[in-house]
T-cell receptor, first 114, second 113 residues
Framework: DTGVSQDPRHKITKRGQNVTFRCDPISEHNRLYWYRQTLGQGPEFLTY????????KSRLLSDRFSAERPKGSFSTLEIQRTEQGDSAMYLCASSSTGTGETQYFGPGTRLLVL | SQKIEQNSEALNIQEGKTATLTCNYT??????LQWYRQDPGRGPVFLLLIRENEKEKRKERLKVTFDTTLKQSLFHITASQPADSATYLCALPNSGGYQKVTFGIGTKLQVIP
């Protein structure tokens, strides 16, 4: 078991560009979450999938953000027309019925928008 | 939604002493409460979960208490070691469903040798 992986680990982009992040959850986990974390803050919930269905989406997730989990395995988070305020660590986590409420986090993707 | 308060100031303690971190919450009482550890540049790592009908939970040198009357959880690390230095996050589920959790801002613990 390799745990939750995220790619890339770091991303630097210019304002206005689009970026896409990938998350590969633990293989048997059917639930997947995206969070955003800025310096000195705890992770903020963005969205949640059960299998391929996106069941909840935070108000933090503006129209520029979209997430998918097409086959119920890996997930992508896309940010269109990035803004400097999007600079943050984007964390992915997964869980399953077996793990209950425990979420297993990936290492995160650190985004810097110049 | 739930509001969580953790001491935003860093906690410095001497190696070997017991570290005690506090998590206070407002609004409704959650069905459970979790503690996570986060090292710089890494994702949080789950440590302990305590349910509303449990007063105390232990795991090795860690102990968590949950007082639903005070709306407070205490997280203790006994015989602290420099390797325990990290940020510790408290997390509670939202009332709408168990899958969405709200994290506190975390308390940074520094164990001094």
């Amino acid at each position: 078991d390799t745990g939750v992986s995220q790619d890339p680990r770091h991303k630097i982009t210019k304002r206005g560009q689009n970026v896409t992040f990938r998350c590969d959850p633990i293989s048997e986990h059917n639930r997947l979450y995206w969070y955003r974390q800025t310096l000195g803050q705890g992770p903020e919930f963005l969205t949640y999938f059960q299998n391929e269905a996106q069941l909840e989406k935070s108000r933090l997730l503006s129209d520029r953000f979209s997430a998918e989990r097409p086959k119920g395995s890996f997930s992508t988070l896309e940010i269109q027309r990035t803004e400097q305020g999007d600079s943050a660590m984007y964390l992915c986590a997964s869980s399953s019925t077996g793990t209950g409420e425990t979420q297993y986090f990936g290492p995160g993707t650190r985004l810097l928008v110049l | 939604s739930q509001k969580i308060e953790q001491n935003s100031e860093a906690l410095n303690i001497q190696e070997g002493k017991t570290a005690t971190l506090t998590c206070n919450y407002t609004n409704y009482s959650p069905a459970y409460l979790q503690w996570y550890r986060q090292d710089p540049g890494r994702g949080p790592v789950f440590l302990l979960l305590i349910r509303e009908n449990e007063k105390e939970k232990r795991k090795e040198r860690l102990k968590v208490t949950f007082d639903t009357t005070l709306k407070q959880s205490l997280f203790h690390i006994t015989a602290s070691q420099p390797a325990d230095s990290a940020t510790y996050l408290c997390a509670l589920p939202n009332s709408g469903g168990y899958q969405k959790v709200t994290f506190g801002i975390g308390t940074k613990l520094q164990v001094i040798p």
